[in-house]
């Protein structure tokens, strides 16, 4: 966050920058459990109810407090409509299972199938890690077992699974906030620049050269559409971004608005 790029305005309050947390309209107040719970087992479509749970969940990343990557988001979603439509064509199930009422005997089957069709076993591995993370979603997190519990090989899985192990800070307990604390004090250009990292996933680049008093915009400038809105101000995000790309952060939550006005006030205080 660079201070000879940044363009002098008044700064905005922290309470300017509170909101509600939006999504689709209809569910303005509802929690996931409550959303799902008007779609019935049994009297819902199964594939609606997995679109459902798509839009609920698949930002989410499976081991980590953070959103995944837009291409991790779409490879999900498709192997799991994938996967359900194969129950049936391919696994012989006659009628498709809620997801909700996904069960062992369904990923058993597909297993088999996957290694009938010789799909090698990083892919068969990945393939768990998806139902693994849809598993999560639906508070089952013994479901989806271990890949030798269907037939896989340790010397044919581990290697891809030592790649998949969480080398993140937050998982080898390393006290982020409190490092933050201390770039903070000891350089407080570095410290705002990481925050930013930290709060809204912003790259390196991105957030050295974000302009506090300027790239913040309301939701009708983004241009997005409106049920994808999820507040009422966002970050543009463009310079330093991968092959200049444009796009926004939703300031949604008090952690993001926070690294908004600290950033501000290293401006203008520098």
Same mark, same amino acid.
């Given at each position: 966050m660079s201070k000879a790029t940044v363009h002098t305005r008044t700064s905005r309050t922290a309470t300017s920058l509170v909101h509600q947390p939006r999504r689709r309209q209809e569910w303005n107040g509802l929690s996931a459990q409550e959303i799902l719970a008007r779609h019935p087992t049994g009297k819902t479509p199964p594939l609606k109810v997995l679109e459902l749970l798509i839009d609920l969940f698949n930002k989410q990343h499976t081991a980590r407090h953070k959103e995944v990557s837009f291409k991790t988001r779409q490879e999900r979603a498709d192997f799991l409509r994938r996967f359900f439509r194969d129950l049936k064509h391919k696994a012989g199930f006659k009628t498709l299972p809620d997801p909700r009422n996904l069960g062992e005997r369904h990923i058993k089957a597909m297993v088999a199938v996957w290694q009938k069709e010789k799909l090698a076993p990083a892919t068969i591995q990945t393939y768990l890690s998806f139902l693994r993370g849809l598993a999560q979603w639906l508070g089952k997190h013994g479901l989806v077992r271990q890949p030798q519990h269907y037939g896989l090989k340790p010397d044919e899985y581990e290697r891809h699974e030592a790649a998949?192990? +969480?080398?993140?800070?937050? &998982?080898?307990? *390393? +006290? *982020? @906030? #409190?490092?933050?604390?201390?770039?903070?004090?000891? @350089?407080?250009?570095? #410290? &705002? &620049?990481?925050w930013l990292v930290r709060t809204m996933g912003l790259r390196r680049k991105e957030a050295i050269m974000f302009r506090p008093h300027v790239c913040v915009v309301a939701f009708e400038a983004t241009g997005l559409p409106l049920h994808k809105r999820k507040a009422d101000l966002y970050a543009r995000i463009k310079g330093g971004s991968k092959g200049g790309r444009e796009r926004f952060v939703a300031l949604d939550t008090p952690e993001r608005v926070a690294a908004i006005e600290h950033a501000r006030t290293v401006v203008n205080e520098g």
């Open positions: 998949e192990r +969480d080398k993140s800070w937050s &998982a080898q307990q *390393i +006290d *982020i @906030d #409190g490092l933050l604390g201390k770039m903070c004090r000891f @350089d407080p250009y570095v #410290g &705002a &620049a990481m």
